[in-house]
């Protein structure tokens, strides 16, 4: 086994980079993946990232920026995921464990509850049985008769429709530019308008994200030949030719 399969997937990315003299915040300002979540990286700190889809995709392009192979690191990475537990997953498996004492628990004193409902009910409806035998003759039921006085019916005069008033439907409201990506795989995007950063993040194959503006759009990131765009319904191919980094700006 290589030194590389030797080492952690965390350890081999720390490895790398150093080796090529690059500090976190270099590799930050290279790929877009923040320095907190670089450490999380080279520290197998896997739980601590939003979850497993991001971290796979960090690991693929943190390695292709340090030259490793990106397959074998997530081969490597998921091994390591399913060998054993993390700390945070056995915290929820005693969590559990812990739940379901608790919720025995808490039937059983509730099934103890409700036998004892039933019993004070059965006691207090034989109770009532018995308290009313005396009196049971002495009591007599009189018809209830209500009086309604009649009601004039209206003449034709007299009648007055009312319709309900039908609210407007409301109108969707139109954009000038209307983007819709589609991502085939993973790729770094981030979206300004008027200077301000609206998105910043991974695109993930299978998801669709929609961006409407009447303002310009600057879009800028890496591998955008892996980003198909549909321009106001219309496909107009990809980001980029090549999978580095891109700039583009639509326009209404």
């Known amino acids: 086994m290589n030194e590389e399969g030797r080492l952690s997937v965390g350890a081999t990315l720390k490895k790398a980079r150093e080796e090529k003299g690059l500090s976190l915040q270099e590799v930050e300002s290279q790929i877009f993946i923040i320095e907190k979540h670089l450490e999380y990286l080279e520290a197998d700190n896997w739980d601590a990232l939003p979850g497993h889809s991001y971290a796979l995709g960090y690991i ?117 530019i209307s983007l819709l990506l589609s991502a085939e795989d993973l790729a770094w995007l981030e979206v300004a308008s008027e200077g301000n950063t609206v998105f910043a993040d991974i695109l993930v194959p299978g998801k669709e994200y929609t961006f409407r503006s009447n303002l310009p759009l600057e879009l800028s990131g890496r591998d955008g030949d892996q980003v198909l765009v549909f321009l106001n319904g219309t496909d107009i191919g990809t980001l980029a030719e090549e999978g580095q980094e891109f700039s583009r700006v639509f326009t209404p």
Do not use: M
């Open 60 to 176: 693929k392009i943190y390695a292709r920026l340090l030259g490793l192979d990106d397959t074998k690191l997530v081969e490597q990475w998921k091994r390591s995921l399913s060998q054993e537990p993390s700390p945070s997953q056995e915290r929820r498996i005693v969590k559990k464990r812990e739940e379901k004492r608790r919720a025995k628990k808490i039937n059983r004193l509730f099934r103890k509850i409700l036998i004892l409902l039933v019993v004070l009910t059965a006691f207090f409806s034989v109770l009532f049985v018995i308290l009313n035998l005396d009196t049971e003759g002495d009591t007599a039921e009189y018809p209830i008769v209500e009086h309604v006085s009649p009601v004039p019916s209206p003449t034709p005069d007299d009648t007055v429709a009312v319709i309900p008033a039908t609210p407007p439907e409301e109108e969707e409201e139109e954009f000038a």
